[in-house]
Nanobody
């Protein structure tokens, strides 16, 4: 079992920044690729970013590329999402998720992510 707890969400004006953090406990953190997903009201969950188990490879949705940066610290069991130049359309609940390293690095549909956090709300005002 892996427990994931997100933090760092909040209310920010358009153009501002937030840094989300996801703390993991339980099994060896480096056994998992990690991903961030988000879900806005009335919309389906969407992929945001992912990072391989070693931190060496990262992936981003086109909508956040160049604005968001995913990183991880395997010594601290954390994965972060730095969000810059935020837009109102970034408003959503953000979830971190863990995917076993025996899988490929990521999946945009959330397939293979066995563990999910409870989510943290990000609201971007115009």
């Amino acid at each position: 079992q892996v427990q994931l707890v997100e933090s760092g969400g909040g209310l920010v004006q358009a153009g501002g920044s937030l840094r989300l953090s996801c703390a993991a406990s339980g099994r060896t953190f480096s056994s998992y690729h990690m991903g961030w997903f988000r879900q806005a009201p009335g919309k389906e969950r969407e992929f945001v970013a992912a990072i391989s188990w070693s931190g060496g490879i990262t992936y981003y949705a086109d909508s956040v590329k160049g604005r968001f940066t995913i990183s991880r610290d395997n010594a601290k069991n954390t994965v972060d999402l730095q969000m810059n130049s935020l837009k109102p359309e970034d408003t959503a609940v953000y979830y971190c998720a863990a995917r076993g390293r025996y899988y490929s690095d990521y999946n945009v549909d959330g397939v293979g992510y066995a563990y999910w956090g409870q989510g943290t709300q990000v609201t971007v005002s115009s």
